[in-house]
C-alpha cells in the first residue's frame, strides 16, 4: 500500500504563503484519489481539497480562490499550495490517499491512508 510524508508546514503572518508537499512510496499517487485534510484543535478533521485521478479538482468553500491542489505524478507527489493564509486555517495538514467519492465532502469521512501530518499556524 502507499505511505505517505507530508512538509512544508510552519509558521506564518495572516496573509502569508506555504507549500505543502506529500511524497509518496510504496505506490503510484496516480492510481489514487488524493486530497489534503486538516484537523484544528477542538474542531472535528475537514477536507480541504480533493484531485482526481483525471486531475479534477475541488476545495472546500473556505479556501477556494486561495489554495491549489496539484500533482506530479513522476516525481509521485502531491503539493498544496495556500496563499493568503488566515488564522483560521491554522490546523496539522494531512496528506490522504483513497477514499469515495473523490471530492470534498463535509463531515466525518474514511480515508485509507494518510501521512503523519505538517502543522501550519497562522498568527
Known amino acids: 500500500h502507499v505511505q505517505l510524508v507530508e512538509s512544508g508546514g510552519g509558521s506564518v503572518q495572516a496573509g502569508g504563503s506555504l507549500r505543502l508537499s506529500c511524497v509518496a512510496s510504496g505506490d503510484t499517487i496516480g492510481r489514487y484519489c488524493m486530497g489534503w485534510f486538516r484537523h484544528a484543535p477542538g474542531k472535528e478533521r475537514a477536507d480541504v481539497a480533493v484531485?482526481?485521478?483525471?486531475?479534477?479538482?475541488s476545495y472546500v468553500n473556505s479556501v477556494k480562490g486561495r489554495f491549489t491542489i496539484s500533482k506530479d505524478n513522476a516525481k509521485n507527489t502531491l503539493y498544496l499550495q495556500m496563499d493568503n493564509l488566515k488564522p483560521e486555517d491554522t490546523a496539522m495538514y494531512y496528506c490522504?490517499?483513497?477514499?469515495?467519492?473523490?471530492?470534498?465532502?463535509?463531515?466525518?469521512?474514511?480515508?485509507?491512508?494518510w501521512g503523519q501530518g505538517t502543522q501550519v499556524t497562522v498568527s
Open positions: 484531485i482526481a485521478r483525471d486531475g479534477s479538482t
Open positions: 490522504a490517499a483513497d477514499f469515495f467519492p473523490c471530492t470534498v465532502v463535509l463531515g466525518p469521512r474514511r480515508r485509507n491512508y
